[in-house]
C-alpha cells in the first residue's frame, strides 16, 4: 500500500501534539508500509471524515423516513400548555 501526497491543490501545515508512543507507532508502520507520515495522516483523516458524513446521512435519511411516515398517518393535534393563555 503505498500512498502519495496528492498536489492538486494547496496544502496547509497541520501541526499538533499527540502522545509519543502514537507518534512512534505511525513512524513504524509508516516505514513497514513505505508510506510518508503526512500521507497517512491526510488518508486517515479523510476516511474519518467521510465515515462521519456517511452516518450523518444515514441519520438524516432515517429521521426524513420517519417524518414522512408520521406525516402520512392521522392528523395529530399539538398539546397546548397549560402556562400558555390566549391574549385578551
Do not use: Y
Request: charge should be positive; aromatic fraction near 6%; charged fraction near 30%.
Amino acid at each position: 500500500m503505498k500512498l502519495k501526497m496528492k498536489n492538486a491543490e494547496p496544502v496547509r501545515c497541520l501541526a499538533t501534539r499527540i502522545p509519543k508512543s502514537l507518534h512512534r507507532r505511525v513512524k513504524f508502520h509508516c516505514a513497514k508500509e513505505d508510506v510518508l507520515v503526512a500521507a497517512f495522516v491526510q488518508a486517515a483523516i479523510q476516511a474519518k471524515l467521510h465515515k462521519k458524513v456517511s452516518q450523518f446521512r444515514q441519520r438524516m435519511d432515517a429521521r426524513n423516513a420517519f417524518r414522512r411516515w408520521v406525516g402520512s398517518g392521522p392528523a395529530r393535534r399539538r398539546k397546548s400548555h397549560g402556562s400558555r393563555r390566549p391574549a385578551p
